[in-house]
């Protein structure tokens, strides 16, 4: 069964960078990765996918500030985040899924194999 261990939070000012991993137990291949991520009292939301093929996709929040990308001979996934905020603060979820494009990456609501987690703090 595949496993997402996610690696790479931490507490950082704002303006400033993090490089979240995803790493998988095998080959993934023919999934889609996305991130996701929590903050206290607000509902999960999507912010980061990249496909099978490499297609990428960004919530409105994440554009232009955040780069998906993925190693498939390392089975991960990373995600850059720059000039983070304080509103960036949240759990961060890596989490598998897989869609019927290799291309494109799939609904946020597709994604049913999660990873542990990952605390991202922005503050001052």
């Known amino acids: 069964q595949l496993q997402l261990v996610s690696s790479g939070g931490g507490l950082v000012q704002p303006g400033g960078s993090l490089r979240l991993s995803c790493t998988a137990s095998?080959?993934?291949?023919?999934?889609?990765i996305g991130w996701f991520r929590q903050a206290p009292g607000k509902e999960r939301e999507g912010v980061s996918c990249i496909s099978s093929g490499g297609g990428t996709k960004y919530a409105d929040s994440a554009k232009g500030r955040f780069t998906i990308s993925r190693d498939n001979a390392k089975n991960t996934v990373y995600l850059q985040m720059n000039s983070l905020r304080p509103d960036d603060t949240a759990v961060y979820y890596c989490a598998a899924g897989r869609g019927l494009s290799h291309y494109l990456c799939p609904s946020w609501s597709v994604f049913s194999i999660w990873g542990q987690g990952s605390q991202v703090s922005v503050s001052s």
């Open positions: 095998r080959s993934t291949l023919d999934y889609s």
